[in-house]
T-cell receptor, first 112, second 113 residues
Framework: QQQVKQSPQSLIVQKGGIPIINCAYE??????FPWYQQFPGKGPALLIA?????SEKKEGRFTISFNKSAKQFSLHIMDSQPGDSATYFC???????????FGEGTQLTVNP | DGGITQSPKYLFRKEGQNVTLSCEQN?????MYWYRQDPGQGLRLIYY???????QKGDIAEGYSVSREKKESFPLTVTSAQKNPTAFYLC????????????FGPGTRLTVL
């Protein structure tokens, strides 16, 4: 019940395309859903996060869509750029708790 | 300059030797975490600590040990009991009080020869 399933494992798009990365969870107690971006050899950095009281959140070119009934959430990257090429991780936690459960990661490549 | 520092960036050790990875933060965060990252497996939690002198096992604690004697420091020891220690190790911290945003250090790549 603590798992977070992420797909696809890898994704290749052309510059300007809109890559979509999906995550699904089982634990209905989760109430905090962040996305992290990681470049090779670096630590992950928080990109954007959502709580289940909203269905969508936008920050610049990054959008999280959240479907509480389906227990799914996704990351959309608008007008993707080669600099967005990185590994993206979704995660989930209970706000009052202290542990994040991470998805397996998606390696995104944006070709010029 | 606030943040999380991990040292060294690269570490090589012979099989059977214990090795300690350093993690220091000057963010005044209460909680600290250690993760292991392997290709295609995401981040797996090794240990975490919410307060000084207290820590809890994560999902893959076997073969690892930690200490939390100071708020800003959370060293991880990879012992000889860890069967496959070669990996990328990440330290993170977060403020408590209902916030779960975690900030990560740059990582240490450990290679056991």
């Amino acid at each position: 019940q603590q798992q977070v399933k992420q797909s696809p494992q890898s994704l290749i798009v052309q510059k300007g395309g809109i890559p979509i990365i999906n995550c699904a969870y089982e634990n209905t107690a989760f109430d905090y859903f962040p996305w992290y971006q990681q470049f090779p050899g670096k630590g992950p950095a928080l990109l954007i996060a959502i709580r289940p009281d909203v269905s969508e959140k936008k920050e610049g070119r990054f959008t999280i869509s959240f479907n509480k009934s389906a227990k799914q959430f996704s990351l959309h990257i608008m007008d993707s750029q080669p600099g967005d090429s990185a590994t993206y991780f979704c995660a989930a936690s209970i706000e009052s708790g202290s542990r994040l459960t991470f998805g397996e990661g998606t390696q995104l490549t944006v070709n010029p | 300059d606030g943040g999380i520092t991990q040292s060294p960036k690269y570490l090589f050790r012979k099989e059977g030797q214990n090795v300690t990875l350093s993690c220091e933060q000057n963010l005044n965060h209460d909680a600290m975490y250690w993760y292991r990252q392997d290709p295609g497996q995401g981040l797996r939690l090794i240990y975490y600590s919410q307060i000084v002198n207290d820590f809890q096992k994560g999902d893959i604690a076997e073969g690892y040990s930690v200490s939390r004697e100071k708020k800003e420091s959370f060293p991880l020891t990879v012992t000889s009991a860890q069967k496959n220690p070669t990996a990328f190790y990440l330290c993170a911290s977060s403020p408590l009080a209902g916030r779960n945003e975690q900030f990560f250090g740059p990582g240490t790549r450990l290679t056991v020869l």
